[in-house]
């Protein structure tokens, strides 16, 4: 079972004043000046010593979330000194509505030669800002005298105008954390869902009453009530390839504002029902309204879908002249940047132009569409428990046809019909239907990430393999395959990249079939020949047999993994040699076959290599047949990479006869 926690908090509340439990700034512990290491995790080379964080709405000028942060870190060595750079995020709107960072306090503490320990404070003239998108600004920073065996300390104080969103709380960072507490005062007209994240319990988990701390004015005032949450001995959060957003995976408190009374009493609710959602959706001018324009493509798809009565064939035929009619700018989001007219008109759109327009096109040839919302990989997990449109960016289209689903993405031109991009495919997304109540659906890929080589090779006496090798690839990794190919300006170019990433080899003669054909396979053969050797005199001769896709490292490399491993896609992996060799040779020894296998029909891996007279024959397998595999296995998938790794480094050994 995966894990992770994901839990709605209800706490008791007492009545009682809460009392501050911030640590005092600039008084570091002998026992933290003479710290070492950090026993818990030997292999760190920071730890964060102590930390705390408070959030409380303010009424001081305008209504806004005023967020102080304080942390003290210990850095043991040069590694740790990245966590000496700090960057402070700070957000925007379009409407010139953004967050503002003060107080800026930073001291490193740091040996001196004869072991002494001395202190740096931050020049407030080396805290730079620089605009890192549209909708985020960076306050910078870089803590001076960094040195092995220092420790650093730094404060701030952000104020947002943002109140649907409470400060969330990450207690988990890429260096372990022996303590870290976040005080959150909510006052009672705020009411806001709270939930944590993540593999690891709170140690501290309480909740207080300040009486009358928020001040609205006009003798309007409320409680508050004050939450602590803590964690005590948290480990790092290590980072490994195949995984979605880390976000997802952090131990971390998040608020979400559900409703709120104003200072006349009137309650406003923020967090919304789906049946809320989509009727906002379907109404809104940049994203339902946009929907409905299906006569706006009916003149327009006549000439290509009027003489097909299949629904398949039309639907493929639509989504084929969308994806080959725009050119996406690359931006993401839910509603419309341009709308349908002037975006078809123009060729460009964002991801909602281009997909609402394949929608409202399929609607229009009397096909039952509908449009998904989701969040890509990069951007995290919806929270499913309370709805928020916000937490999409993304937005592809659905076609139902004799009881099929097809899921289709028309913002890239090599895409085939039924298969949407890697990012997208993250949990679920909301499908939202112009005459029916919005559900959740599964984004999953539809094809496997499928690779076939086949070598039929000739050692010959000077030295040279020659012969033929051909490459077959499907699903995503045609998709890829295309993508490679249409990157270079022609044919030649590609090859000659080809031989750029194998020196050694020589391609004479080449044929590329099905690179404009997106549902068929992408076939490559050449006649080719590589340097293997420089002569046939020795007495004996090594050749690894692994050609393509050696695997030289196990990409799993953690004693354990919190996170699942997400691939996007199942994959499948095939190799297949004939070697001739000359006569005055003989195999002497080969790879062992070998046949391993997951747990729960997870994949397996297979290896098969025997001898015919002067020729050696070899067959590979390898199958990841899920998706996604789950931390418990981890360990599983980690040892048959290992047993890969191994076996990849065997050579064949070619004996000269006596």
């Known amino acids: 079972m995966n894990k992770l926690i994901y839990a709605i908090l209800l706490l008791s509340v007492t009545s009682v004043t809460a009392q501050e439990t911030d640590f005092p700034f600039g008084k570091p512990t002998q026992a933290e000046f003479e710290l070492k290491r950090y026993d818990k995790d030997t292999t760190a080379n920071a730890v964060v010593l102590r930390e705390f964080g408070t959030a409380y709405v303010s009424t001081n000028v305008d209504i806004s979330v005023v967020f102080e942060h304080h942390v003290r870190i210990k850095i043991f060595n040069e590694k740790g000194f990245k966590n000496g750079t700090v960057s402070i995020v700070l957000h925007k709107n379009d409407a010139n509505v953004f967050e503002r960072v003060s107080d800026i306090e930073a001291v490193t503490y740091y040996p001196d030669e004869q072991d002494l320990m001395r202190s740096a404070a931050l020049d407030p003239k080396q805290v730079f800002k620089e605009n890192r998108s549209k909708y985020a600004d960076i306050t910078k920073f870089t803590m001076p005298n960094l040195r092995n065996g220092c420790i650093i300390e730094y404060k701030y104080r952000i104020e947002s105008p943002f109140l649907r969103h409470f400060r969330n709380w990450e207690f988990q960072s890429d260096i372990p954390k022996i303590y870290s507490e976040y005080l959150a005062r909510i006052p009672a007209v705020f009411s806001y869902n709270v939930s944590l994240r993540g593999p690891y319990k709170l140690t501290k988990n309480t909740g207080t009453v300040e009486r009358e701390c928020y001040n609205a004015g006009g003798g309007f005032k409320a409680d508050c009530s004050a939450l602590t949450y803590a964690m005590a001995d948290v480990p790092a959060f290590i980072e490994e390839d195949n995984m979605t957003a880390s976000s997802n995976f952090l131990s971390a408190m998040f608020f979400e504002l559900a409703e709120y009374v104003d200072s006349r009493g009137v309650k406003h609710k923020v967090t919304q029902e789906w049946n809320a959602i989509d009727r906002d959706l379907r109404s809104s001018e940049e994203f339902g309204s946009q929907m409905k324009k299906k006569d706006y493509f009916k003149e327009k798809l006549a000439p290509l879908t009027g003489n097909i009565t299949d629904p398949l064939q039309k639907a493929r035929a639509i989504y084929d002249h969308i994806r080959n009619w725009y050119r996406w700018d ?280 025997n001898q015919e007279e002067n020729s050696f024959n070899f067959y590979q397998l390898t199958q990841l047949e899920k998706a996604i595999y789950q931390p418990d296995e981890y360990l599983y998938l980690k040892e048959l990479f290992n047993k890969i790794v191994l076996v990849h480094k065997t050579d064949i050994v070619l004996k000269k006869k006596i």
């Open 330 to 609: 690359n931006i993401y989001g839910i509603y419309t940047e341009y709308g349908i007219k002037k975006a078809y008109e123009s060729h460009t759109g964002n991801v909602a132009d281009i997909n609402l327009s394949l929608t409202a096109a399929l609607l229009s040839a009397g096909l039952d569409a509908e449009a998904v919302l989701l969040s890509t990989r990069s951007n995290g997990l919806i929270n499913k428990l309370f709805p928020v449109t916000s937490d999409f960016n993304y937005v592809i289209s659905k076609v139902n046809i004799s009881g099929q689903s097809y899921l289709l993405d028309a913002t890239e031109p090599l895409m085939p019909f039924g298969l949407i991009p890697i990012r997208c495919i993250n949990d679920q997304g909301r499908v939202m239907s112009l005459n029916k109540p919005s559900y959740w659906a599964d984004l999953k890929a539809s094809q496997k990430e499928s690779k076939t080589y086949t070598f039929d090779l000739t050692l010959e006496e000077n030295g040279l393999l020659t012969g033929k090798m051909s490459f077959i690839s499907s699903g995503y990794a045609a998709y890829s395959k295309r993508q490679s190919m249409k990157k270079s300006t022609s044919t030649d170019e590609y090859i000659e990249k080809l031989e750029e990433r194998w020196p050694k080899l020589k391609i004479l003669k080449s044929r590329i079939d099905n690179v404009d054909s997106l549902d068929k396979p992408v076939t490559e053969v050449y006649d080719i020949e590589i340097r293997a050797f420089d002569n046939l005199n020795k007495d004996r001769i090594f050749l690894n047999p692994f050609l393509m896709d050696r695997v030289n490292e196990n990409p799993f490399k953690l004693a354990e993994r919190s996170y699942p491993v997400d691939l996007g896609s199942a994959s499948d992996t095939r190799v297949v040699l004939h070697l001739q060799f000359p006569a005055k040779y003989e195999l002497q020894s080969k790879p062992e076959t070998i046949a391993l296998a997951l747990p729960n029909k997870g994949g397996k891996f297979i290896m098969q290599a």
